[in-house]
Structure formats: structure tokens, C-alpha cells
């Protein structure tokens, strides 16, 4: 393998980390804090997806449909969260993976019905190929890597620098300690559900430039989702990050070497990672797959 093909993979790789990452939190996050499995998270990522080509197709500005998908997937999560969520939360994970899996397949037929079974290309919104140590790069690859740097970061300036974030952080380690100091644990859980939701649509945003928009799309960035959270760590927003860095380079590269190792590493990671730490990298202990 040439210094260029291998360096291209590790860039894209990167890329590819950025959306597990942006598409994952809400499902670390869900557990963490609401005690539940958000399998509907990638309804906000295929909406975001569908959202970004109908603005892309009809004004171009890739900006605008950035903005869009954001609103869009933050406010059907907010809908859910308000009218189906607050009713599921106590019950039993299995309860609150089936109910939010119906829901994911509800807003799979919904796409289906608003915008068709065809898949729907996204012309890349940049064409610009920039030189890294002699290796051109799309431009749109390293803008991607930028965006989930900056929400990265953003994630844990809130989470550290602000009360409501210091409110979620400890509403993970102990919700019932949160709501005896007076404070309404249920407005944290809406709030975080609404930018988990919005983050899901940001990722599908980014990635419909990179793949085509088809209504199907959740179902395949679903069981990578799951994969990075399991290999992190349920709950752990760090541990999504470290997994989602992990993996995006195994997929990457390791497609580069062979292409169906693309496909077939993430799982094999996985298992190697779960001999060893049952709860994964982060994980918090007892909680084996978030299961007590």
C-alpha cells in the first residue's frame, strides 16, 4: 500500500469517525441519562438526510440545508421525547427498545411516503481537492472532520461550563439525587433529547453527500451506531468518541486493505474489545450492554 492510498484512508477514516460519532451520541446519551435505548435515533439522521437533498435540490445553499436539518431532526425529537418518551421512562429496556424501534419504523414510512422508495443523490456541496503532504484530499472530507471537532468540543464546554450541563452530568451518575435538589429532571431529559436529535440529523446531513439518501439508510448506520456504543460504553461520552475513532479507521482502512473487512471489522473489533471489558472501554461496571 503507497504513503498517499494509505494516508487517504486515514483522513477518510476520520471522516467516517465524525458521523458514527455525531449519530451515536443520542443513543450514549439516552441511556446514560433517560435509562433508554433511542433506536429512533436514526429516524433524525435519515430525516436530516432527506431534508438536506430537498434544499440542496431546490436552492443549492448547503448551509441552509445544514441549518434545516438540525431544526427538523431537533424538533421531531422534542414531538417524540414530549408525547411518547416521558410515558415510557422506569419501564424495562427491552420495553423502551421496542417502542422506540416503532418508532423508527413509523418514520421510515413517512420518508417512504413523502419522498418515494427511489434513492435521492446529494451532490457534494464542495469539489475542491486541497494538498496535505503531497496528497490531495477533498475539501468536503476535512469539513466534516471540523464540524464533529467543533461539536465535540462544544459537548464538553456545556457539559462542563454550564449548570444545566453540570445538571446532565450528574443526572447520569444518580437522576433520582438530581430531582430531590428541586430540580425538574424531566426539562434535562427534553433538553438533551433535543440536541442528541438534532446532532442524529447533522450527521445525516453531512453524510448524504457521501452516500445516497434512501429511506433505508437508518437501518445500516443504526447497527454501526450500536456497534460504537457497545465498544465505548453505554452512557460514556467519551467512550463514544474513543469507539467511533476506533472504528471509523477500521472501516476505512481496513476496507482499503480488503473491502469486505469495511463491513466485517467493526464486529470483530467489537468481540475482541467485549472478551476482555464486558461493558466496553468506558463502560460502567454491572452494566454489561446497559443491562443491570
Known amino acids: 500500500m503507497t504513503f498517499d492510498l494509505l494516508f487517504s484512508a486515514v483522513v477518510f477514516g476520520f471522516s467516517v469517525s465524525g458521523i458514527l460519532f455525531l449519530v451515536s451520541i443520542g443513543i450514549s446519551i439516552g441511556f446514560g441519562l433517560m435509562r433508554i435505548i433511542n433506536m429512533e435515533q436514526m429516524v433524525y439522521y435519515t430525516f436530516g438526510a432527506y431534508v438536506t437533498y430537498t434544499i440542496m435540490s431546490t436552492t443549492g445553499s448547503f448551509a441552509l440545508a445544514l441549518v434545516a436539518s438540525i431544526l427538523v431532526a431537533a424538533g421531531l425529537g422534542f414531538l417524540v421525547e414530549t408525547l411518547l418518551l416521558r410515558r415510557v421512562y422506569g419501564r424495562?429496556?427491552?420495553?423502551?427498545?421496542?417502542?422506540?424501534?416503532?418508532?423508527?419504523?413509523?418514520?421510515?414510512?413517512?420518508?417512504?411516503?413523502?419522498?418515494?422508495?427511489?434513492?435521492?443523490?446529494?451532490?457534494?456541496?464542495?469539489?475542491?481537492?486541497?494538498?496535505?503532504?503531497g496528497v490531495k484530499m477533498p475539501l468536503y472530507r476535512i469539513l466534516v472532520i471540523a464540524i464533529a471537532i467543533a461539536v465535540f468540543i462544544g459537548i464538553q464546554l456545556m457539559l462542563n461550563k454550564t449548570i444545566i450541563g453540570?445538571?446532565?452530568?450528574?443526572?447520569?451518575?444518580?437522576?433520582?439525587?438530581?430531582?430531590?435538589?428541586?430540580?425538574?429532571i424531566y426539562r434535562i431529559?427534553?433538553?438533551?433529547?433535543?440536541?442528541?436529535?438534532?446532532?442524529?440529523?447533522?450527521?445525516?446531513?453531512?453524510n448524504a453527500p457521501l452516500t445516497m439518501t434512501g429511506p433505508y439508510m437508518g437501518f445500516d448506520m443504526l447497527l454501526f451506531a450500536f456497534?460504537?456504543?457497545?465498544?465505548?460504553?453505554?452512557?460514556?461520552?467519551?467512550?463514544?468518541?474513543?469507539?467511533?475513532?476506533i472504528l471509523g479507521q477500521v472501516m476505512s482502512v481496513g476496507g482499503t486493505i480488503w473491502a469486505p473487512l469495511s463491513f466485517v471489522a467493526p464486529f470483530v473489533v467489537m468481540f475482541c474489545v467485549i472478551l476482555i471489558k464486558p461493558n466496553g472501554l468506558f463502560g460502567v461496571e454491572a452494566k454489561a450492554f446497559g443491562f443491570e
Open 227 to 245: 456497534i460504537t456504543v457497545i465498544l465505548g460504553g453505554l452512557g460514556s461520552i467519551k467512550g463514544t468518541l474513543v469507539s467511533a475513532l
Open 92 to 133: 424495562e429496556l427491552m420495553f423502551t427498545m421496542v417502542v422506540t424501534f416503532s418508532v423508527f419504523l413509523i418514520g421510515i414510512g413517512i420518508i417512504q411516503y413523502a419522498w418515494g422508495l427511489e434513492p435521492k443523490p446529494v451532490s457534494s456541496p464542495f469539489h475542491t481537492l486541497i494538498s496535505i503532504f
Open 166 to 184: 453540570k445538571a446532565i452530568r450528574a443526572g447520569i451518575d444518580n437522576p433520582a439525587q438530581v430531582q430531590g435538589l428541586g430540580i425538574n
Open 189 to 206: 431529559f427534553t433538553f438533551t433529547f433535543v440536541i442528541a436529535s438534532g446532532l442524529a440529523g447533522l450527521g445525516g446531513a453531512l
